[in-house]
T-cell receptor, first 113, second 114 residues
């Protein structure tokens, strides 16, 4: 069954520094992969998704992710962190015939001055 | 275009009671999925409704049930509430036929069971 694993439950970066949030997937077929962001006391907002085609996916708020089949990874990056990026980030994939999202355990991003 | 809305935003119940949570899907979407997010965890899939029929269910007991109406809005009902049911309940809508059926989430309902 398809699943995702997020490495690092907490990541702290300085404002202006590179953001790297890690996600590895387990799938016997080409997966659909998603990154969602959750701000405190809010629902989930889609940042970006990978379906097929171009392996470098650009999302909102300057985030991007690269699908690497050889590494079974879909890490999320942003060149320069902003204070407003502080939130929890979830990697997700479809399972169960395509109608069920399975989420990773989440990574809390802290941005410091 | 109206996004996904949920009501109420917060709810406090006692053990053994029943609760109904409501969700209005995004305009043009005919599929609604429900997720439970316990504190500090990722969302867990409860079930999905497509054109008023249940279309997939996660590992939740039968006391979690749902409905979808002709206008594609949906309800989540939980009977015999337990303390562990305390969580953020998220509703997401999507429209099959789009690539990867992207799910768009509402703000959630925070349920506290005392």
């Amino acid at each position: 069954a398809q699943s995702v694993t997020q490495l690092g439950s907490h990541v702290s970066v300085s404002e202006g520094a590179l953001v790297l949030l890690r996600c590895n997937y387990s799938s016997s077929v080409p997966p659909y992969l998603f990154w969602y962001v959750q701000y405190p006391n809010q629902g989930l907002q889609l940042l970006l998704k990978y379906t097929t085609g171009a392996t470098l996916v650009k999302g909102i708020n300057g985030f991007e992710a690269e699908f690497k089949k050889s590494e079974t990874s879909f890490h999320l990056t942003k060149p320069s962190a902003h204070m407003s990026d502080a939130a929890e980030y979830f990697c997700a994939t479809f399972t169960g015939g395509g109608n069920k999202l399975t989420f990773g355990t989440g990574t809390q991003l802290k941005v410091e001055l | 275009e109206t996004g996904v809305t949920q009501s109420p935003t917060h709810l406090i119940k006692t053990r053994g009671q029943q609760v109904t949570l409501r969700c209005s899907s995004q305009s043009g979407h005919n599929t609604v999925s429900w997720y439970q997010q316990a504190l500090g965890q990722g969302p867990q899939f409860i079930f999905q409704y497509y054109r008023e029929e249940e279309n997939g269910r996660g590992n939740f007991p039968p006391r979690f049930s749902g409905l979808q109406f002709p206008n594609y809005s949906s309800e989540l009902n939980v009977n015999a509430l337990e303390l562990d049911d305390s969580a953020l309940y998220l509703c997401a809508s999507s429209s099959p036929g789009q690539v990867a059926d992207t799910q768009y989430f509402g703000p959630g309902t925070r349920l506290t069971v005392l």
